[in-house]
């Protein structure tokens, strides 16, 4: 499950869910209690954030194959903007409730 998927669970089924994953460039544990649009994050205790790599989209595969694997979490500041700068133009940051809010409007309608 990509890291915007894992944000989307608790509100599309109104319950409270613990996000278990890990930093894709550190391996740094990741820890979340989600309640709908309440976010807390119990690890780490530096900034985290959600990361698409746009470039990874592929026409030909599924997104679960292509896109999907490049939605992750980055743990700390300055790790994420290095990885975004690395591509500024198709990497993107988001901090939780952003991509809360992002992977909101897509899967919310579908439940409707």
Do not use: Y
């Not at 994953?21 to 989600?34: E, G, M, T, W, Y």
């Not at 290095?82 to 809360?100: C, I, K, S, T």
Request: aromatic share 8%; hydrophobic share 50%.
């Amino acid at each position: 499950m990509c890291a915007f998927d894992a944000l989307a669970i608790s509100s599309m089924f109104n319950l409270p869910i613990r996000v278990e994953s890990c930093c894709r460039l550190s391996a740094q544990d990741v820890l979340i209690h989600q309640n709908a649009t309440e976010l807390a994050i119990i690890e780490p205790d530096s900034p985290l954030f959600a990361a698409i790599n746009w470039d990874a989209t592929d026409s030909v595969k599924s997104c679960w194959a292509s896109l999907c694997t490049e939605m992750m979490f980055i743990a700390g500041e300055s790790r994420a903007r290095q990885w975004q700068d690395e591509n500024p133009v198709n990497r993107e940051l988001f901090n939780l409730n952003e991509a809360h809010a992002l992977i909101s409007a897509v899967f919310m309608p579908l439940m409707e």
